[in-house]
């Protein structure tokens, strides 16, 4: 197919000539894209981007030994799932042979590891492989990206045209400012980066913090034996009841038995359906909590009132506890957690519970400070449930347009459009970034429409010629203003400290959740709003259009001319009342 003339003259200059391009209208212009990190959503970049693009050469940097995201780094006594598990796995892949209800880590690290393996994401996964800088070349319109290899030691350069952080929120351990923190002369852990080697048998343990970790961290280390445990409770928290239970009850099942038995595994593993009928359950069910985020509704009300009621039965016989444990604010301004078994634990003989302020860090334990003169807890070993450096710049610089740092960018509180992109940063997309984790409802949900809409906008920059693409900066203002609104009546601004908000923790936005159900964001995902992208084109010809190429489809020559007529690809309208179709009525038609 030899390149041809179109005789028509452009404009009033006769000498004006435009040329065709020859290529097929699908227009399959080579690109390369980087993908850092291997854990949920970048697992699921590796399988949809080489599903639905071609001639888009793929990588995906890992730094760690394994991939797994938060569930490879996360190896603490008791981690595991506190949502259903069967809420927390991909659409297309689902698990009946989850051995929990609340599945433990290394089963859930195992299951993406499988995920990987079966749909070929492997291939592209270079683990052991540290990004240290990604710079935006405007010359070449293309990242420049350091990577080192950390089994050789060697440092090289990539680059690529389209750049995609997938690091998630919960996989880089944050430590507290403490004074004295390196002074201490016994054995110091981080939740996310625990010491599985260490034997804690027989020792005085320090445990600080009360969130999501501790809370499933400090029963496992109270049973273990010989150990004494002082648990450092800096601020009150919500202990809620596990969130499968009623669900559970609904189902006729007990929701205290949340092994699986081999019969019950048999069963998923045989009738689709009735695994199918399983997860929908759960997944509505987490639906319908949506209300209670609201300030003042009065299922946030009635929550309220049951949680409290459930904590001072199982504190009964500690008051002293429950002054000091119930929190005054709503529950889930704080991340709700199911703590199976830790109000149980924190009341046994070898555990006490201080909620004094941590003055500074000694060499033998923590310094308090309290009305007392001096008052310190002495341990063998400090373990800091203290969260992760949450819905940041990524932890190695990222360079946008004229020098400016993503970190910079963000220094007051995180931006973006859509919870993936920020202007200023050309082809720089972002999967589980900001503004992209949920309440109540299905998080991975969320990832694979961010995957679906990254997906796009390759093709979008592949097929239509395009060099780069940014949001435009006002669409990022809208979507920052739409994001502050929307909270603003929410029980997430009522007064606790959270990663949810920003100011590390403190601040009044938050920086964290979407705005909006599960189903909100997928469906504002579903079709993207091309209009609120500003583009540079690849093409030199000034013709915008000039990716219509030559007039054939590649369907023509290398797939399959009638494709149109496969039995798939035919949406059949319902016969008689079109609209009473049922798909129509679960999910309406909109784009």
């Known amino acids: 197919m030899a390149a041809t003339t179109n005789e028509h003259m452009d404009g009033d200059d006769p000498k004006t000539k435009f040329t065709l391009k020859d290529t ?20 699921g970049a590796a399988i949809r981007i080489p599903e639905k693009l071609r001639n888009v050469e793929l990588v995906v940097y890992e730094k760690y030994e394994g991939i797994g995201g938060t569930w490879w780094v996360n190896t603490y006594p008791g981690v595991a799932c506190d949502i259903p598990s069967h809420s927390y796995q991909f659409s297309f892949a689902p698990n009946p042979n989850w051995s929990n209800l609340y599945a433990p880590g290394h089963e859930i690290q195992k299951y993406l590891q499988d995920v990987a393996e079966r749909f070929g994401a492997t291939r592209f996964i270079k683990l052991s492989h540290k990004v240290e800088e990604c710079v935006w070349d405007d010359g070449q319109k293309k990242w420049q990206i350091k990577v080192k290899n950390l089994v050789t030691g060697e440092m090289f350069t990539d680059s690529a045209n389209v750049l995609i952080t997938a690091r998630g929120q919960l996989s880089e351990p944050r430590w507290p400012d403490i004074l004295g923190i390196d002074k201490f002369g016994g054995k110091k852990m981080h939740s996310g980066a625990w010491d599985k080697s260490y034997d804690l048998r027989n020792k005085k343990i320090a445990v600080v913090g009360n969130g999501s970790s501790a809370i499933q961290i400090i029963p496992k280390l109270q049973e273990l034996e010989g150990t004494t445990l002082s648990c450092v409770i800096r601020s009150p928290t919500w202990i809620s009841s596990a969130f499968g239970d009623n669900t559970m009850k609904d189902l006729g099942l007990d929701p205290k038995v949340t092994e699986f038995t081999e019969e019950q595994k048999a069963l998923f593993r045989s009738d689709p359906l009735a695994l199918l009928k399983f997860r929908k359950a759960f997944e509505d069910f987490g639906t319908s909590l949506h209300n209670s985020t609201m300030a003042g509704h009065p299922m946030t009300i009635e929550g309220q009132a049951f949680f409290k009621a459930d904590m001072e039965s199982k504190l009964s016989a500690r008051p002293d506890l429950l002054a000091k444990i119930i929190p005054a604010f709503a529950p889930g301004c704080r991340r709700l957690t199911p703590g199976r078994g830790y109000l149980e634990a924190i009341q046994q003989p070898n555990v006490t519970t201080i909620h004094d302020p941590i003055s500074h860090i000694t060499t033998s334990g923590i310094a308090l400070v309290t009305a007392e003169e001096k008052k310190q807890i002495d341990a063998d070993v400090i373990v800091f449930a203290t969260g992760f450096q949450a819905c940041t710049s990524p932890p190695f610089p990222i360079i946008g347009r004229r020098g400016l740092t993503l970190a910079s960018r963000w220094s007051q509180h995180p931006d973006s459009y859509l919870a993936l992109a920020v202007d200023g940063f050309p082809n720089y997309l972002m999967l589980f970034g900001p503004n992209t984790t949920i309440g109540f409802g299905s998080l991975n949900r969320i990832l694979e429409a961010q995957v679906d809409y990254v997906v796009s906008v390759i093709r979008k920059l592949q097929k239509e010629d395009y060099a780069s693409m940014e949001p435009k900066p006002e669409r990022v203002r809208d979507f920052v203003a739409f994001v502050d609104a929307y909270f603003k009546d929410t029980v997430y601004l009522d007064r606790c400290k959270s990663w949810y908000r920003s100011e590390g923790g403190t601040g009044n936005r938050i920086v964290a959740l979407w705005p909006g159900s599960t ?29 219509l190429g030559n007039g054939w489809s590649l369907t023509q020559t290398e797939g399959v001319p009638s494709w149109y007529l496969n039995p798939e690809e035919i949406e059949l309208p319902w016969e008689g009342k079109p609209e009473e179709n049922p798909r129509y009525k679960s999910r309406p038609w909109s784009h």
Do not use: F
Request: proline share 4%; hydrophobic share 40%; net charge neutral.
């Open 519 to 547: 189903q909100h964001a997928v469906e504002t995902l579903r079709s993207p709003r091309w209009e609120d992208w500003v583009y540079e084109s690849a093409d030199k010809s000034g013709n915008g259009l000039r990716w």
């Open 24 to 43: 097929v209208v699908e227009n399959l212009r080579p690109l390369r894209v980087v993908v850092i990190g291997a854990g949920y959503s970048g697992i």
